[in-house]
């Protein structure tokens, strides 16, 4: 079901603090909390006595209390007090996951804890550019499956009709590319001499038409990395000088819970008006409206897959990049499972 063998985002920075968060990730139900030192911990949220939820305990001096019957937990899931005796029996302890905290996010490791290495974490190069500010890091909840959020993004035509009051555009009839490379998948639309969108409009002044670009870029297990802008026409921006215009990267990820829902991580940044803390309150909200509609769509659509199980659906051109990004973390979990080295895309 799930490629475990990577990162995923458990919760943003400023969710976690000293108390007790729990998350259920890839089916597992997971305790997370921040030491006295400020560092991350992940444990199994499992007492090992009776099974009862560790983050419905207590926690003092990084240490967890069970509040069923008081078994004692550090952050390292080892079981270090049980009371009315002195020895703590075999099988006490807990799992413990690798976690880091960077770009704003906390990140956990559910595969095999030698394999966490923390270069894989995704770039977000975004989140500490000194040319660019973070308008927004999010978390949403989402009921449904995972890959809904890669169709979905992978997909530039369904924003003529899904996102008319913010970034729909007449784009459904131009062509877009799609690049497929090792461990990832490219949609590339470039709408030439148009009027800009609505979220462009409430967000930079232009002179006329503008081009537009959408280039949506997937790598595995869930990431899709959105770069959207609009430039005056004729300056340049097909040439790589998007200067005279604005540019917006979004990070979006899906960190599935359970089967048939999905903690749906979102961020966003720009390079233009750095400074300006309003526009960054304006930014959110738009981004948030827009973000809201593809959280309807993916559920209506996970309902529909489960009210119409005798049906076939058929495909689109414009479905072949996100059926590709299927293939491939399909690809990836089988691979996983058979201890069989990767198969390039």
Known sequence: MYLRNCWYPAATTEELGPHLLARRIL??????????????????????????????????????????????????????????????????????????????LLWIWMGEPRNADETLIPNLWTHDHPEWRISMIDRLDVDGDYRLLADNLLDPSHVAFLHKT?????????????????????????????????????????????????????????????????????????????????????????????????HYFLTHARNYALDNSELSKITREQVLTAVAEDVEAMELVHEGFARHIDKKEINTR????????????????ECEQSNAPAVPA
């Open 166 to 262: 913010t970034l729909g555009s007449d784009v459904a009839e131009i062509p877009h590319e799609t690049e497929v490379f090792d461990e990832g998948v490219r949609v590339t639309r470039w709408t030439i001499n148009k009027p800009a969108a609505p979220i462009f409009t409430r967000l930079h002044s232009f002179n006329g038409n503008v081009d537009r670009w959408q280039i949506m870029t997937f790598r595995l297990p869930n990431f899709v990395e959105v770069d959207l802008g609009s430039c005056d026409t004729g300056t340049g921006a097909q040439n790589g000088d998007r200067s005279h215009g604005i540019e917006m990267r979004s990070y979006n990820i899906a960190t599935p819970c359970k089967n048939g829902s999905f």
């Open 27 to 104: 089916e597992e139900p997971i305790v997370l909390f921040r030491k006295e030192n400020k560092q991350p911990v992940a444990i199994e949220d499992r007492c090992s006595h009776r099974f009862y939820p560790l983050s419905k305990g207590d926690l003092q001096n990084d240490i967890i209390t069970c509040r069923y019957h008081g078994l004692e937990f550090d952050f390292s899931g080892a079981c270090v007090r049980v009371p009315g005796q002195t020895n703590i029996p075999l099988g006490a302890n807990v799992r413990s996951y690798p976690v880091a905290d960077k770009w704003g």
């Open 318 to 333: 414009a479905d072949g990049a996100g059926l590709r990004a299927r293939r491939m973390v399909a690809q990836a979990i």
